[in-house]
């Protein structure tokens, strides 16, 4: 199946780079994702990744819109704004670069998260407080 499950925590090395999990990179290259779309997520304050057809997909849904309303034209100020392609290096790593420190506010190490269809790049401790805030949500809920 091609999801990104579970989550990994792993150091960042002295140039700057991650190694992305492998059962990350078993999805990528199951698709057949060269290149990742990476844009600031909408909600989190994390790093999303996925290949382009995310991308694609997002476009579409833009492009359904009237293109002079103000919720098509925040849309595509989220998706093209906040985005970027980025590859893997030989190796399965990944440059951890100013776009996604500033954002993340990601130091030494990084937290990888499944969520399905693309995956996300996490300070570790946002990324606790986050499980951590949704379990108590769900629990009070229930």
Do not use: C
């Not at 994390?46 to 359904?64: H, T, W, Y």
């Not at 595509?76 to 990944?94: A, N, P, T, W």
């Amino acid at each position: 199946m091609n999801r990104f499950l579970s989550h990994a925590t792993n150091r960042i090395d002295a140039k700057g780079r991650v190694s992305v999990p492998s059962m990350f990179r078993a999805v990528l290259a199951r698709s057949g994702v060269e290149e990742l779309y990476v844009w600031q997520d909408f909600v989190f304050p994390a790093i999303s990744m996925a290949g382009p057809d995310v991308l694609e997909r997002f476009e579409r849904m833009i492009g359904s819109q009237d293109p002079f309303s103000l919720e098509a034209n925040k849309m595509s100020l989220l998706i093209h704004g906040g985005g970027v392609f980025m590859k893997l290096d030989g190796e399965g790593r990944l440059l951890v670069t100013d776009f996604i420190r500033d954002f993340t506010g990601i130091t030494d190490k990084v937290t990888f998260a499944g969520r399905g269809d693309h995956f996300q790049l996490w300070d570790p401790a946002a990324f606790e407080d986050m499980q951590a805030q949704a379990r108590k949500d769900r629990t009070a809920s229930s």
